[in-house]
């Protein structure tokens, strides 16, 4: 039997390789170039849209685990990066050109793959199918997705709030607290501000600079809810303190005093380690961000492990629709990969590209599929994005965070390097990865 694949893009072309290599015939559309996204400009498969990084090579950084962890896998497009890159530090940097030729080429030469450049305007049902139409999904294939999915289950815009790491937050600082102490636990934490300091912050964050929205986005609508914080702000010097700033009904336990306005953060994993900023989505260019969120007190050292962005994304809310295995919960055919299942940025959709192959394939063969603990950095973004419990999800990409059960060590270096080693040990016992 076959399979279909939507979308020639990192995640798409990752998979089909996989299925390929397992002996399996796909049928890989790409509606490129006949149909453009707006984001592409070239001819060819797997094509980076903007920067030309994967980001850190470092074994010992979240993203060069996660790459590692790709090549114990027998990644196909993370070969073909590094056999493509270029100088660029710690980073896997490529030539852009090569890489997509290379790719292009892999995937033309396959006998197992029959590429076709054509648009998919509905999800086929008569055969498995894997969507990895990627963040800029055409509009009809959307509309279908939508009906699979429900209305409320497919978002086409980012309004990204930054994520911090909970171990950087000064809490001789910020305090734990609910909102009128409702409930039983102290979930928030809170960042208080007396008026001089909002007033140093609101002066820093309208005067921003913001990152400009390209020609294909800029048609696109903001919900009200996702509106940006430096948007909102610019409506009057209490707009925030009367929104997502608001200080009321969050007295700071050891003062007993009411601030003027207060920046909360929420759990954003299920291991409390990264707490996302509340109502604090932006726009704004990742330096000033950065100096905007140290000037908050109880942040100043925060570390930021996702800055917060926009850019028109469509993705799906995968802790309602996916399984970690990446197959649609009410529909065992269907695959979903790459950044339409709501992980962010180049390696994270190959990652995802990877599985999903993979287990397309052992579906076909009646074998059980693969779901990989969240000790390693892919089996801890899959248990993200397909977690039943958030309630607002957004795309995050790999970080340390999403790594279970969080070792204890201060040493924020020895940390990264235990866990990185704990992934990698978990990898090489399992060797059958490679064949199956
Ligand atoms: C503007 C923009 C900039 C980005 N910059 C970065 C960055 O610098 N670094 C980073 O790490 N990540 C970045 N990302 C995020 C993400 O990593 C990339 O979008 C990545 O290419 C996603 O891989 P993918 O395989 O999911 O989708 P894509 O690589 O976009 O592949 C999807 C493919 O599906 C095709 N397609 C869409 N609809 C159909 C259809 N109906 N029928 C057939 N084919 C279809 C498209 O033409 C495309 O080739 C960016 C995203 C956007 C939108």
Known sequence: MKITIIGGGLAGCEAALQLAKRGIQTDLYEMRPEKTTGAHSTEYLAEFVCSNSLGSNDV?????????????????????????????????????????????????????????????TDIPTDTPVIIASGPLTSESLTQKIMEFTGRDNLYFFDAIAPVIEKDSIDFNKAFWANRYNKGEDAAYINCPMIKEEYEIFYEKLINSPTIELKEFEKGAKFFESCMPV???????????????????????????????????????????????????????????????????????NAAIVRF??????????????????????????????????GVEGYTESIATGLLAGINAARFLENRELLTLPSITMLGGLCSYITHMEHKNFQPINSNWGLLEPPVKQKDKKLRHKMLAERALDYFA??????QN
């Open 308 to 341: 917060g962005v926009m850019h028109r994304n469509t993705f799906i809310f995968s802790p309602f629709v996916l399984a970690p295995t990446m197959q649609a919960r009410i529909r065992k055919t269907l695959f979903f990969a790459g950044q339409i299942t």
């Open 429 to 434: 016992g399992i060797e059958l990865l490679n």
């Open 230 to 300: 430096e948007v909102m702000a610019k409506r009057g010097k209490d707009t925030l303190r009367f929104g997502p700033l608001k200080p009321v009904g969050l007295t700071d336990p050891r003062t007993n005093i009411e601030n003027y306005a207060v920046i909360q953060l929420r759990q954003d994993n299920k291991a409390a380690t990264l707490y996302n900023m509340v109502g604090f989505q932006t726009n704004l260019k990742w330096g000033a961000q950065k100096e905007l969120i140290h000037c908050i007190p109880g942040l100043e």
């Open 60 to 120: 010992y950084s979240a993203s060069g685990l996660l790459k590692q962890e790709l090549r114990f896998m027998d990644s196909f497009l993370i070969k073909f990066a590094d056999e493509c890159s270029v100088p660029a530090g710690n980073a896997l940097a490529v030539d852009r050109t090569l890489f997509a030729q290379k790719v292009t080429a892999a995937i033309k030469e396959n006998p197992n793959i029959n590429l076709i450049n054509k648009e998919i």
